[in-house]
């Protein structure tokens, strides 16, 4: 026999409001809470945050040893596992904890932008179809699907090492991308030998493919610029074709996070580690299990960059043949929402976990790419299915509030039996099409759970991080022709 | 399969699992049999070839669960191969043996990513046991 009912409401938790577009759920909410949980909304939001467990979830990260400041959910927050989605934590590297859950089992999901020299105008109808359509066939998509490339077990464990720094040497990426990536698309910290075998089998011939779930390519139009320095600094116009990629890394990741949340669960006790919720298994930082699944952990995103940079290449041979030497695609960034980074942060080293939060350095920070030091760290936010992304920029004071952090999408506000029940997938993909998006999607279930009303409005959470100053609005983006996963 | 049941539950982003049977044994074949229609997408399939046999061992029950499901995805993800019938030869609280009967798929039709410890629950009650278990999709 087989159901479906609905969720359990969950209990309320007590909280101030200390500006327009922040809330703070104090230290003393909860016995077992060592700093107090910050959620960055507006009173919307925030009405749609309180309706799930996103709150209880946020306070269970406030109760993990070495937490330092605030435990922090971003305006698209919603309910995860573990973890909060668009949550933040930082731990002192020193008596802190690296935990597998706070990163997710999608290791390095993230977004990267591409610009092309090309108007909306010229391309047309016809062309944009045409290129929409050998997009969805030389990006393999789906769950379990492969890539068109194929690599050694002797070049997965150097993708794994040195990411895009290989793919270069492949060919597989220009000199200049390496600059444009967030950690240059190569994290020093990778230790192959930390992957199991099983995640290579698993996830090993998936590179350069986009997997399913809420991952596409977009093929989009800069609608709107709202600041000319920093839009021109990226290289950005109004009018002009660009491309959206949003992936990670696809089995691979998954079954790194599937060994170590095992791995930790089996040595909490050991390290003294009481928690509330299992799946925050943890160990510390400087313990030979935080170390070793760090180093894991910066291998699968390794991967995840090159998955994202091999998706490029194709990207780019499409457009040369649709459009011969116009159709050049420059590579405008690229940026994480699933990670913990080692960062310093005054005088502390953190580590910091973004779990469906991007990282938003400023202008004078070391780690921004020395093309946008003058704008800040460029922060990529995909909306839902069919509506606007933006392109932000981080902000010095980010650093300060936020950890240099801020939101990474529209967040879901719906599940997908919700979702399915409003509309579905044909009636989704027709929505789509009379507003003159060229849609290709083979699964209609996928298209229903991923429809724009399943989540929270991008404009606003956008608008949020916008106010408080943890990025700053650039451009906006709407979609022209949408590849799902 | 006697009194197994199992139901989905709503949840903002992932997928939520309740299932109950009598036996711990029964409990992992209903949830099994639930993550292989999940993943064909629930479309009755009728299995073929020869039982295969699927082992895993853990530290607890909760965790021999998830361990359970997650052995599931992995071979539905590497192999193209759908469990979803399943006779537990050996169900201890750190040891589950099965052979299992399923599908050959061209690709896994689905997109769940793992079975996740949060919210985890196996217990006791007077109509047998009862489970929870939240994927990430």
């Known amino acids: ?485 | 399969m006697g009194a197994s049941w199992h139901r989905w539950i709503d949840h903002t982003s992932e997928v939520q699992l309740q299932v109950g049977a009598e036996s711990f044994g029964g409990l992992a074949a209903e949830a099994g049999r639930a993550l292989g229609l999940l993943l064909l997408r629930g479309v009755p399939p009728e299995v073929a070839g020869p039982p295969r046999e699927l082992e895993v061992s853990s530290a607890d029950r909760e965790a021999l669960l998830v361990d359970w499901l997650n052995e599931i995805l992995f071979v539905a993800e590497t192999e193209r191969w759908v469990p979803v019938e399943f006779e537990i030869r050996d169900a201890s609280p750190i040891r589950l043996r099965a052979a299992a009967r399923g599908v050959e798929v061209e690709e896994p039709p689905s997109n769940v990513k793992a079975a996740t410890f949060h919210g985890l629950r196996v217990e006791e009650r007077d109509d047998g046991l009862h489970a929870e278990v939240i994927f990430d999709v």
């Open chain 1, 1 to 485: 026999m087989s159901s479906i009912s609905e969720a359990p409401s969950a209990p309320a938790l007590p909280s101030v409001r200390l500006n327009a577009n922040l809330v703070e759920i104090p230290a003393s909410a909860r016995s077992d809470m060592r700093v107090p949980a910050r959620v960055w909304a507006d009173e919307e939001l925030w009405r749609q945050i309180s309706r799930d467990r996103t709150l209880q979830q946020l306070v269970n990260v406030a109760t993990l040893p070495g937490i330092a400041g605030s435990a922090q959910a971003m305006p698209d927050a919603h309910e995860g596992y573990g973890f909060p989605v668009g949550g933040v934590a930082a731990f002192r590297a020193g008596d802190g904890v690296i935990s597998p859950g706070g990163v997710g089992y999608d290791i390095n999901c993230g977004v990267r932008l591409l610009a092309s020299e090309v108007e909306a105008a010229e391309l047309g109808r016809s062309r944009l179809e045409g290129i929409v359509h050998d997009l969805a066939r030389s990006i393999p998509s789906g769950m379990g699907r492969g890539s068109h490339l194929r690599f050694t077990a002797a070049d997965l464990d150097r993708v794994l090492a040195q990411g895009c720094s290989y793919l270069a040497e492949r060919g597989l990426a220009l000199p200049e991308d390496l600059a444009v990536i967030e950690a240059g698309g190569a994290l020093a910290a990778a230790d192959p030998a930390g992957v199991s075998q099983r995640a290579k089998e698993r996830g090993g011939g998936q590179l350069g493919s986009l997997g399913s779930g809420n991952h596409f390519v977009e093929v989009q139009r800069v609608e709107k610029i709202f600041d000319l320095q920093a839009a021109e600094a990226l290289g950005l116009r109004t009018g002009q074709v660009v491309i959206l990629i949003h992936t990670g890394s696809r089995g691979l990741g998954h079954q790194v996070c599937t060994d170590y949340v095992r791995a930790m669960d089996a040595v909490m006790l050991r390290h003294g580690i009481q928690l509330p919720d299992r799946e925050l298994a943890c160990a510390p930082f400087e313990s030979p299990e935080g170390r070793k699944y760090f180093g894991a952990m910066c291998a699968a995103a390794n991967f995840a960059f090159s998955n994202r940079q091999a998706i490029t290449y194709a990207a780019r041979e499409v457009f040369r043949r649709a459009l011969g030497d116009g159709g050049r695609l420059h590579l405008v960034y690229d940026v994480a929402h699933n990670m913990a980074k080692l960062e310093r942060h005054g005088a502390e080293d953190l580590v910091v976990h973004r779990k469906g939060a991007t990282r938003a350095f400023g202008p004078s920070h070391p780690e921004t790419p020395e093309a946008y030091r003058r704008i800040g760290q460029p922060v990529l936010i995909p909306g839902s299915m069919g509506t606007a992304s933006w392109v932000l920029v981080g902000t010095d004071a980010g650093l300060g509030l936020s950890f240099g952090s801020t939101c990474h999408g529209a967040g879901r506000a719906m599940s997908r039996r919700a979702a399915k029940k409003v509309q579905g997938g044909d009636e989704v993909r027709k929505a789509l099409e009379e507003r003159g998006i060229v849609v290709r999607c083979a699964s209609a279930g996928e298209l229903a759970e991923e429809a724009p009303h399943a989540y929270k409005d991008v404009d606003r959470v956008v608008e949020v991080v916008h106010q408080a100053g943890l990025a700053r609005k650039v451009a906006r983006l709407v979609p022209l022709g949408v590849i799902k996963g």
